[in-house]
């Protein structure tokens, strides 16, 4: 059976919350990834948004809170208080398990204040196993994401995939798991087998591809298979670790590039990942 291929919001960032739901639905997209910033600041118009989402039958795979970092990173930079964030990231947690109990929330780290690493670390270590238990009450999980060691510093104090699922061992909660984005950890030594090993710990995929030409700043992606990423090694590996949700097209870009994907036909970018996807998919035991 072929896995579902959701796309996120990210993806169409130039697009509002409601021009992505019909364009997901009009290219047949069965799931999406919510960005909680597309979605209103006022509470009951947000919550509006939602359970019009949920009237037209989109899964969605994952949510991105607005705030979905424990200290300040690039999306987000205030407030500075992990202990505020995280009463943001609970409201997040509250609107969407109105509408889409189970539904996975992303979580990075965000940037370790004055390089104090040691801080940064006993705070994740305080706030997120209370995060996850809040989740739990709520029928909810979470999902921690290692980045690139390129954005070290920029978004993220967790740069690499084994000392993200350190992190995750020590909340040691069922429900706060890894989600594994091939952009951030394609490069690492021995990946496949590393990420075959992960039974059960994986609770979400994003997919994207990393340039030939190399990325020519932090949120420089490349549409699946027109990068360097070798897709059906990684995949048969996720399916060995017996993942079997959502693969999310997550594709960042920025303006200023002159073949900027956020500049091009969303409907062409998304139509071209798919069909890569499943190509590679289907390509996976080769």
């Not at 997120?128 to 510093?153: G, K, T, V």
Request: hydrophobic content about 40%; some cysteine.
């Amino acid at each position: 059976m072929k896995p579902i291929f959701s796309v996120s919001e990210f993806t169409t960032w130039n697009l509002s919350f409601e021009e992505d739901v019909a364009l997901y639905l009009h290219l047949g997209i069965k799931a999406m990834e919510v960005c909680e910033r597309k979605l209103s600041p006022d509470r009951e118009k947000s919550k509006e948004q939602l359970a019009y989402l949920k009237g037209t039958g989109l899964k969605v795979s994952s949510v991105q809170p607005r705030v979905h970092a424990l200290f300040p990173d690039s999306m987000s930079p205030e407030p500075d208080s992990p202990d505020m964030r995280a009463e943001a990231y609970k409201n997040s947690i509250d609107l969407f398990s109105e509408f889409f109990p189970g539904a996975p929330l992303v979580a990075i780290s965000g940037n370790a204040p004055d390089y104090n690493y040691r801080l940064a670390y006993e705070t994740a270590l305080r706030l997120y196993p209370e995060l996850a238990d809040y989740a739990a009450s709520r029928a909810m999980r979470i999902m921690f994401e290692p980045l690139h060691p390129i954005l070290m510093n920029n978004d993220s104090f967790i740069g690499t995939l084994q000392a993200g699922l350190e992190l995750i061992d020590a909340v040691n909660r069922e429900n706060f798991g890894l989600m594994l984005d091939v952009w951030h950890v394609f490069h690492e030594p021995g990946i496949e087998e590393r990420i075959a090993a992960l039974k059960g710990r994986i609770f979400g995929v994003h997919i994207c591809d990393w340039s030939k030409a190399w990325p020519r700043c932090v949120a420089d992606r490349a549409i699946p298979g027109q990068g360097m990423i070798q897709f059906p090694a990684l995949l048969a590996a996720i399916e060995a670790s017996g993942y079997d949700g959502a693969y999310c097209l997550e594709l960042f870009s920025a303006e200023h590039l002159p073949d900027s994907l956020w500049r091009q036909d969303p409907e062409h970018v998304i139509e071209q990942s798919k069909t890569y996807f499943y190509k590679a998919w289907e390509a996976r035991h080769a």
